[in-house]
């Protein structure tokens, strides 16, 4: 396939969610209507990306692969690796080394959504990094609670802060990551922080010493939600019930991407609708299907 790869990184025990993940992936928790993994998952489909790793815990593996399984009847090859303790984000390029082979990669975490009219065309072009890295931000309330970046005048990144007592902004840093074919190395020679864990923000600042480090904010058009506890998974659920619901659109569905973005046919896309029970979900996708066909202008 070539090109850049993705990382899915649904690790983590769910701590923040307890009792609701005892015994359950946090990713397989419901977001409205599709797993939350669904969402992030989503996000590499409209970058354009079909080669995943999905990483998560030796638990959770089997139980995310009964979900996605090898994603070929999404037009995706899917492959799965095993963090078995929760030692930090940038260790995700340690375990995938092998399978991004030098390749360029998309890091996103497992519990964070996104949503904008623009966000495709805006993954798609950082999809064609092929020096240093990019990350993204989106201007927060409470920038003490985030990674924050800062800017100088010219919109060049001057600092990256993990929970900043004093934030040199209010623009924090989101679960999306970009980066060129040395990330393998550049976390390589991390070192583990006082948590004792590999930190992406150790890794983001090791790309800034070497000036390859760009930051874009997602504005106000973006909405952003780290679904990582109850009251922010509530709040995620009820946003995309509200859109779904009024406007008729389906947001993070897999099959819809698949077949707009060409990773499947037409024909491929019906045995995909066969294989469906019967439900709301089911119904949403035949309308996908119906104006994809014959598309409403706009």
């Known amino acids: 396939m070539g090109g850049m790869k993705g990382i899915l990184l649904a ?3 769910g701590t923040r ?12 928790l419901p977001v409205y209507n599709k797993p939350m993994i669904y969402y992030p998952l989503s996000i590499l489909m409209l970058a354009g990306i079909r080669e995943i790793l999905v990483i998560s815990n030796p638990d959770d593996i089997p139980r995310i692969q009964s ?3 090898d994603g070929s009847h999404w037009g995706l090859d899917l492959q799965y690796a095993v963090q078995d303790a929760p030692r930090g984000i940038a260790e995700a390029f340690l375990i995938g080394k092998e399978f991004l082979n030098g390749s360029p990669a998309c890091l996103v975490l497992g519990d964070n959504l996104f949503y904008g009219r623009g966000l495709p065309a805006i993954l798609r072009q950082a999809a064609e990094l092929t020096e240093g890295a990019i990350a993204f931000a989106c201007p927060v309330a409470d920038p003490t609670r985030f990674g924050i970046v800062a800017f100088d005048e010219e919109g060049h990144v001057v600092s990256l802060e993990e929970k900043p007592k004093v934030p040199q902004s209010n623009f924090a840093v989101i679960g999306l990551y970009f980066y060129d074919g040395k990330v393998c190395d ?4 991390l070192k583990p922080s006082r948590r004792g864990e590999l930190e992406i ?3 983001n600042n090791a790309y800034l010493a070497q000036g ?4 874009r904010v997602l504005g106000r058009g973006t909405a952003w939600m780290d679904a990582g506890t109850p009251q922010a998974l509530l709040e995620a659920s009820a946003f995309v019930a509200a859109i779904e619901t009024r406007q008729g659109l389906l947001i993070s569905s897999p099959e819809e991407i698949a077949l707009r973005m060409g990773f499947v046919s037409v024909d491929q896309y019906r045995a995909i609708l066969a294989a469906t029970p019967p439900s709301e979900y089911r119904d949403a996708l035949v309308r996908v299907l119906q104006d994809f066909q014959s598309p409403q202008v706009p």
């Open 201 to 203: 923000t150790d890794l």
């Open 67 to 69: 979900v996605l399984k």
């Open 11 to 13: 690790g983590g025990l």
């Open 186 to 189: 550049m976390a390589a020679e």
């Open 212 to 215: 390859k480090l760009q930051a």
């Open 17 to 28: 969610l307890y009792p609701v993940t005892t015994g359950l992936n946090k990713q397989m």
